[in-house]
């Protein structure tokens, strides 16, 4: 009989996860951690991660913290290759950033600029697609049938539902729709050349989550909150832990024959 449970377990695995300590990295680390594997979470506040490791360490849980600033795209493929160096190649790669400008908040048709356009676009969808060949080639090089993770954006599938903003100073996101469906699609590329060496290559497309707003309030409008949950078939914003759980599934043995997929996690928001 087939062991289910057994095809989740991440023993031996190493998994790096960019991004893992942001709203979904932090609970994406904590569930591979939890199901067996080393993690290496790379991101650039160092405090915060010297913390985290320590916590998931104290908990018996294998999690190591490597300073990576992935919007430093100058130095991104030198930086990338003292990780593997130091940590061997990864298992799993999982691409949870969410580099951004100062101006992030005025990406609106109306507000945004050339400037900020090229720059969002470079270090975050440049960013997104060069990390996830570096990460396919050195698996290749070892020869490693390993398992890649980017994550999209229902807003990358669909345009964004401009009502849900209505009554809040929230705005559409030019930029943020460009990008998501710019790794959506490269993801279905490196499916397609990277299958002959048993590497999957899948998008993972979160819907509206319960949390901060990127590049604006800390604490999301309650306005907007509202609005969205009247809207979605579900009735509530997601949970980072959701988006982690379905990370896990995609990472394992559990979903072997799943590749150039675009898993939605939303609450049937796309589906309406």
Known sequence: ???????????????????????????????LSVAGANVVVLDIVEDAGDAFSKKMGDSDCKVNFELFNCADMDQIEKNFSGIISKNGCPDIFINCSYPRTADWGKSSFKDVTLHSFRQNVDIHMNSYAWLARLAAEEMVNNKKSGSIIQLGSTYGIVGQDLSVYEGTEMTENMTYAAIKGAVINLTRQMASYYGQFNIRINTLCPGGLEGHVAGKDKTQNQTFVKQYNKKSPLKRLGRADEIASTALFLASDASSYISGATIVVDGGWTSI
């Open 1 to 31: 009989m087939i062991d289910y449970l057994q095809k989740f377990r991440l023993n031996g695995k190493t998994a790096f996860i960019v991004g893992g300590l942001g709203l979904i990295g932090k609970e994406v680390s904590t569930a």
